[in-house]
């Protein structure tokens, strides 16, 4: 049986602008890359405060790998739980206040992991209508009732939980939101969770680094201990530059993945270098809170320009600053345009957003330059 009929759904997805491509990469993580054999200005990174490249970070990494070599080979509970893997999660428990952490291989792989070993059919889990795509898997993958509320909507989060009799309830919900970079309102989340006997996940991958004096994330940027917050997720690949994901939390959630998470009993460990290196990052991070007040700094910095411009921005406090464009087709034009003067910037189009909120998501780093931020105005004042 050959794949013609594939075809056919493949120059569909052309012709409504929804085809996405692969672009080569051929530098490091840096505002100024080169892609496919051209020099472009990129605002599409998540490495957020500039650690991915860092030389200490780098230094780190190369040690490690000196002295572990280079993969986990094996699992955790196997053979592959190193000494450079138990330092970091150690140090993440103490960053996030947590009695204890749990180093996963992606972030997509904690969210699938930590849902799925606390629920089944005789639970439910409610999730917001703008959750990344690995918390609403991790949900329909559990084979608990799965409800979406309203995005960020403590009241009809309200109104769900109080129609379910199920065994667990878990709330779900991204602490920064990856394509509005707008942020949950955890304070208000968690007192209906708190009212309804329910658990509340958040996963803060964008927040990490970003939010809170020290880089805590949303659990800091809201002062959330770990009884109004109770399973705490990160992933290692943004604000921290580095790779991996963790959960954090109790000792009894820990260990309960452990046991049933499998995700993580069923995969070899991150490379015990990446580890080593993240310790690195954790504590740049921690210090260097430059990177922090750079980085809003910028923020603000574009926000107002592309108020002069006229230009249609989410609420967003983060790095992440999407320009709304609508139409799918126009959003590629507009990258495009963008792209043949030099700037590098995604379409993000449906289905990873809503059909017709089509836009330009514009990430933000430490590593950028106000003059870098400039020139991509005076681009967009071309475009727009």
């Known amino acids: 049986m050959s794949f013609d009929d594939l075809s056919a759904e493949l120059e569909l997805r052309k012709q ?5 491509s692969r672009r080569t990469l051929q530098t490091a993580q840096q505002p100024v890359v080169q892609v496919d054999g051209r020099e472009f ?40 739980h190193s000494q450079a893997h138990h330092d970091l999660e150690e140090a993440l428990a ?42 609403l898997d991790a949900g329909l993958l559990s084979g608990a009732r799965f409800q979406r509320y309203l995005h960020n909507d ?36 968690s007192s209906v969770c708190k009212k309804h006997q329910a658990w509340l996940m958040v996963d803060d991958a964008h927040g990490f680094g970003c939010l809170g004096q020290q880089g805590g994330g949303c659990a800091e940027y809201f002062s959330m201990a770990e009884d109004s917050l109770q399973l705490l997720v990160g992933t290692l690949g ?26 993580y009993i069923y995969t070899t460990s991150m490379p015990p270098a990446v580890a080593a290196a993240t310790l690195t990052s954790l ?21 107002a320009g592309c108020s002069e411009l006229g230009l249609t921005l989410i609420d967003s406090p983060t790095p992440i600053q999407p320009i709304m464009i609508g139409e799918s087709a126009k959003a590629m ?52």
Request: hydrophobic share 40%; aromatic share 6%.
């Open 16 to 20: 409504q602008s929804l085809y996405r």
């Open 41 to 80: 200005l990129a605002f599409c990174s998540n490495d957020y405060l500039g650690l991915a490249n860092h030389p200490e970070v780098i230094k780190s990494f190369q040690q490690a790998a000196n002295k572990y070599g280079v993969g986990g080979g094996a699992s955790h509970l196997v053979n592959g």
């Open 94 to 135: 103490e960053f996030t206040g947590r009695p204890k952490v749990l180093l996963f291989s992606t972030g997509y792989m904690a969210n699938i992991g930590a849902v799925n070993a606390l629920l089944d059919k005789r639970d439910a889990v409610l999730q917001d209508r703008l959750n990344h795509a690995s918390l």
């Open 154 to 189: 403590a009241n009809s989060l309200d109104s769900k939980l109080a129609k379910t009799e199920a065994r667990r309830k878990l709330v779900v919900t991204d602490g920064v939101f990856s394509m509005d970079g707008d942020v949950a309102d955890l304070p208000a989340i």
């Open 238 to 263: 943004k604000g921290f530059g580095t790779a991996g994901a963790f959960v954090a939390g109790s000792e009894e959630l820990i260990e309960t993945l452990v046991q049933h998470a499998r995700t």
């Open 283 to 303: 504590r740049l991070l921690k210090q260097e809170t430059w990177r922090r007040e750079k980085l809003t700094a910028l923020i603000k910095q574009f926000r």
């Open 333 to 384: 034009q507009i990258s495009k345009a963008l792209e043949e003067d030099g700037i590098f910037i995604g379409a993000i189009r449906p289905p990873t957003v809503p059909q017709g909120s089509a836009r330009l998501r514009v990430t933000l780093s430490a590593a950028h330059t106000e003059e870098q931020v400039n020139r991509l105005l005076h681009a967009l004042e071309k475009v727009s």
